[in-house]
């Protein structure tokens, strides 16, 4: 055996379909687009999501709600995660780096974990919770705007 005798195992390769080709291929004259009908014109086209006539899902489901193009939305970094860091001031920079937020996002703090040394949090909001916790170790939480 070498390389010039390997070959590709038997089925892995089909051949491409060469439709409308002439009446010995097989696939000629209407070029297996069938006759007349819908889909047997040239430049057919139906718009995404057409059913064939039938109402289409998009237009069968309710709509319900609004969305709020204003809403803002906070990357959430638990006390237990800045605890795990071990500095002792928490910088926007320094949660961006470690990859709890990325570099657009608004962080806000959460109470979940406890902290036992005295952490300066810069943040864009603070719960309750997690403002206590830091109060109580003796840090500081830091609103930026």
Known sequence: MNLSTIRAPKGSSEKRKRVGRG?????GKTATRGHKGQRSRSG??????????????????????FTNIFKKEYAV???DRI???GESTVTLELLRKAGLAGKRDLVKVLGDGELKTAVT???????????EKI???????????
């Open 23 to 27: 009446m010995g291929s097989g696939m």
């Open 44 to 65: 057919s086209r139906m718009m995404r999501g057409f059913e064939g006539g039938q109402m289409p899902l998009h237009r069968r489901l309710p709509k319900r709600g």
């Open 77 to 79: 970094v638990n006390l």
């Open 83 to 85: 605890a795990a860091l």
């Open 121 to 131: 949090v810069q943040a864009h909001k603070f719960s309750k919770s997690a403002q």
């Open 135 to 145: 109060s109580k170790a003796g840090g500081q939480a830091e609103v930026v705007t």
